[in-house]
């Protein structure tokens, strides 16, 4: 997986200053289950809930105030085989991407892809920022 990494920072984020409201939870047992936002969910459905999440389009008080705000907080157990992790995360990468896309469509009449001048995709990633936070891996049951 290719990701790009944040500057590194020495301060520790303050995790009260987030509006739970903003946090996209996805927690992935060993069991290869997931729990999004304390509800069972299956991998298939991960992205268009996401995307909904992130863009909150109905401007409903339990989703992102806005895409600038959503965060997606990713955390797996030990025991959560790779295939899983991956499909996960490819899924949540795909609701970003599709978004880009969409957003692209909008402004610039194309879709978003590396080939668009700097100036259209920072904008876009400006509007829609990728922010996927990954805990520490916990063994099974230590998810509280």
């Known amino acids: 997986i290719l990701v790009k990494l944040p500057p590194w920072s020495d301060e520790e984020p303050?995790?009260?200053k987030?509006?739970?409201?903003?946090?996209y939870a996805v927690l992935v047992n060993a069991q290869n289950q997931l729990l999004v936002r304390e509800e069972p969910m299956s991998v298939a459905r991960l992205r268009e809930n996401?995307?909904?999440f992130i863009m909150n389009p109905n401007n409903m008080p339990n989703?992102?105030?806005?895409p600038k705000n959503a965060i997606i907080?990713?955390?797996?157990?030990?025991?959560t085989e790779y295939?899983?992790?991956?499909?996960v995360y490819n899924e949540?990468?795909?609701?970003y991407e599709e978004l880009w896309d969409e957003l692209a469509e909008k402004r610039y009449g194309e879709?978003?892809?590396?080939?668009m001048p700097f100036a259209q995709r920072k904008a876009i990633r400006d509007e829609i920022p990728f922010v996927i936070s990954e805990a520490e891996p916990t063994n099974f049951g230590e998810e509280n």
């Open 14 to 16: 303050d995790i009260t």
């Open 18 to 23: 987030l509006k739970e409201r903003n946090v």
């Open 50 to 52: 996401a995307k909904e």
């Open 63 to 66: 989703m992102s105030e806005s």
């Open 73 to 79: 907080s990713l955390k797996n157990d030990r025991g």
């Open 83 to 87: 295939d899983t992790y991956l499909a």
């Open 92 to 95: 949540l990468k795909g609701a």
């Open 111 to 115: 879709p978003y892809t590396d080939d």
